[in-house]
Structure formats: C-alpha cells, structure tokens
C-alpha cells in the first residue's frame, strides 16, 4: 500500500537523505515558504517535519495518520494541541547521534571552564605567557563529582562518558530507576534534588519542559550549591530555572559558573543581563544541531514500523508532556 509522505523542515538535504534510505518511496518535498505549500499538505498521510513548522500548519492536514518531528524537544506542540482530539500518532525524533553530540558539547565545556580556556584566549590576544591560576593548576575530570538531571537516553550518554573518563557522576530522575546502571556512582529521585546539589561540582540539566519541571530551580534552590562553588550547565530547556532566580545564584555566588545553551527567552534578548556576567558561556542553543542523515535514519526505522503497525519510536506523551 502506498502511503503519501511529505517533507516540511529547513534542514539542508533532508528528503535527499530519506530518499537515500528509502529509495522505493514517493516523497514530496514541501517548502515552507512556498504559496502552495497548504495545498501539497493537505493529502499527507505521513509528515516528516519540524516542530515548529508542524505547530503553523496544524489545523490543515485533514489526512494526517503519523507525524515525524525532526526536534527532540516537543514543549512547543501543547499550546497548539490543547484541547484537540488527535487522530494520528506524533513522535519525536532523539537518538544517539543527540547523546554523542550533546555528551562533547558538555565535556568541552567542563575542559574550557576548569583550565580557564577563556583566559588563555586573552592572554594570547594580549601575547602575554602567563601560567599562573587555574591555567597551571586545574582539577582534571577524575576529581570531579557531576551531577546530571535527568536519565533519558542523553543523560545517559553524557554519565557513560563522563563515567569513561573516571568522574564520580550522580543522576537524578522523577521516579525510582528500573535497572541499575554501572556508570552511576549515585542516584537519587527528584526529592533528593538538594542533596545532589550539595555534592556535585557541576550540575547538567537534561531535562524536558514539562510541568514538573519547569522552574524545578526556582527561588534559593541553588544555595545547596554554595558550599562546593558547582557549575551550572544547562542543555535541557531554559524553563527549569527562571533568568532572575539564575542571575541571583550567580551574583550571590551560590554557583560558581553557568554554561548555558537554553533559555528561558529564546533568542536571548539584547537587554539580558547574563550576557554581561563574566562567570557565564552563553552559546545559541547548538549543543545538539539536528542533522539530516541522522533524521533519516531514525525515520527510515520508525517507517518500517509504522507500514507494520508497530509501536512506533518515541512516541510523544501529551500527558507527560514530552
């Protein structure tokens, strides 16, 4: 049976890459800023596309029985999909190539901050040789005690490494863990969460925007982490923590760093005051650029699934949230 497939998203050669592992299959690739782009959506049956695309055209796409998102997070889909009685299946796209990728972004991040990379880069701007600090006397990995919310598959991926380079690494999750996992020195429920705070040097979020988590460090939560001086670094979703609670826990040195790739308020204002705090690395929300040979793949998998009438692969949750 033929099923007509149609492609949404601005990233470069996505169709290109699905074909290459779907050759049998007719898609039609949409434009997004084309006049007939309504017209070419309205007999899919299967729609491959980016979140936010899919959320603009929501109310048109009468023959829909599957959507494929092309993002990881989905926090952008409830407001559209509030009170609508859905007929076909979303899933989300999150695979191993997001853990790898996000587990170098981290692990470059905690390098840079422990040897005062940024320093170094003034230092060689100015020609000055300089060996004095952090720069000559860091802590490596192995000294380090990291503190990771959230077990997903990426939060898994980030311990498996940082627990391959010797840290001590702790893991948080909303409820008690299924299977015991050998690269987690410490776990603990999200009840606990001072108690990882108190005993971690850095803090990775991971966590999905849902209701119970967003504004999960809210208010003084972060003191816990005076004592040890910890390192934030978000690459879960800037709801965890209102810009204000952070700026605070910076100010107040309650941390002593923030590594920060999401936001509360995406694209950064301007006007933000964390662009100007020299303890914070602000970077456009790149710790996972979604690539199209890894869309595909994922697709192709959850395809052959979906022309079988299997469960398909991460599907999305509207209760849960993600």
């Known amino acids: 049976m033929a099923h007509n497939i149609a492609i949404l998203s601005v990233i470069p050669r996505l169709s290109y ?13 949409v434009s997004p800023d084309k006049s007939d782009t309504i017209a070419k959506l309205k007999d899919a049956e299967v729609l491959l596309t980016d979140t936010d695309l899919f ?50 972004y981290v692990i470059a991040h905690i390098f840079n901050f422990e040897r005062d ?26 000294d380090l005690t ?12 980030i311990a498996q490494r940082l627990k391959a380079l010797a840290a001590t690494v702790w893991g948080i999750t909303r409820t008690p863990l299924k299977e015991n996992l050998d690269y987690l020195d410490e776990h603990r429920t999200i009840d606990c969460l001072p108690d990882m705070l108190m005993n971690s040097d850095y803090i990775v979020n991971v ?23 910890s390192v934030f670094i978000n690459v879960g979703r800037g709801t965890i923590i209102k810009e204000a609670d952070l700026v605070n826990a910076l100010e107040q040195f309650w941390i002593s760093g923030a590594i920060l790739d999401v936001f509360e308020e995406e694209p950064l204002p301007n006007e933000s005051k964390l662009w100007t ?16 040979q890894d869309v595909a ?10 022309i079988k009438g299997e469960q398909l692969l991460n599907e999305v949750d509207l209760e849960r949230g993600y």
């Open 17 to 29: 890459h699905v074909q290459t592992q779907l050759p049998s299959l007719t898609i039609f690739d």
């Open 117 to 142: 990379q940024a320093r170094q880069y003034q230092n060689q701007n100015n020609c000055r040789w300089i060996r004095d600090g952090k720069i000559s006397d860091h802590r490596l990995i192995c």
């Open 207 to 229: 966590l999905p925007s849902t209701p119970n988590t967003s504004g999960l460090l809210n208010g003084d939560m972060l003191k816990n982490c005076k004592t040890r001086g």
């Open 55 to 104: 959320v603009s055209h929501i109310d048109k796409l009468p023959s829909l029985k599957w959507v494929q998102t092309t993002w990881a997070g989905v926090n952008t889909l409830f407001p559209a999909l509030r009170d609508k009685k859905l007929d076909y299946t979303i899933t989300r796209f999150s695979d191993t190539s997001f853990g790898l990728a996000m587990s170098e």
């Open 277 to 292: 705090l020299p303890q914070v690395t602000i970077t456009p929300h790149i710790s996972g650029v979604t690539r199209g």
């Open 146 to 157: 990291i503190g990771i919310l959230g077990l997903g598959n990426i939060g898994k991926s």
């Open 297 to 306: 793949k994922f697709f192709a998998e959850n395809y052959q699934k979906y």
